[in-house]
Nanobody, 123 residues
């Protein structure tokens, strides 16, 4: 059973930073892409950023120049560093295991999700 466990969410003031981590219990971690997604209050879940098995990264427009996704294959961990946070970034953030190691695995969700970690940005 694949498990993804997110951590690092919390309350932060606008302009602040948070570092989200996702630990994955998956023996083929190094061969998969990962994505971070978020669910704003009352909205559908949306893609935030993705990283391929080769560590190529992709970002939604709102995340460019503010968020950084990275992976540590030795620790089966995917990290989302979020800087210059805005109140509109308030959401529950989810880690997702891609169905492949390619761009599409980083850009479209696979079937495995973490439980989510809430982020609240106050103005």
């Amino acid at each position: 059973q694949v498990q993804l466990v997110e951590s690092g969410g919390g309350l932060v003031q606008a302009g602040g930073s948070l570092r989200l981590s996702c630990v994955v219990s998956e023996s083929i971690f190094s061969h998969r892409s990962f994505g971070w997604y978020r669910e704003l209050p009352g909205k559908q879940r949306e893609w935030v950023a993705g990283v391929t098995d080769g560590a190529t990264t992709y970002y939604a427009d709102f995340a460019v120049d503010r968020f950084t996704i990275s992976r540590d294959d030795a620790k089966n961990t995917v990290v989302l560093q979020m800087n210059h946070l805005k109140p509109e970034d308030t959401a529950v953030y989810y880690c997702n295991l891609g169905s492949s190691g390619s761009y599409w695995g980083a850009r479209r969700p696979g079937p495995y999700w973490g439980q989510g970690t809430p982020v609240t940005v106050s103005s």
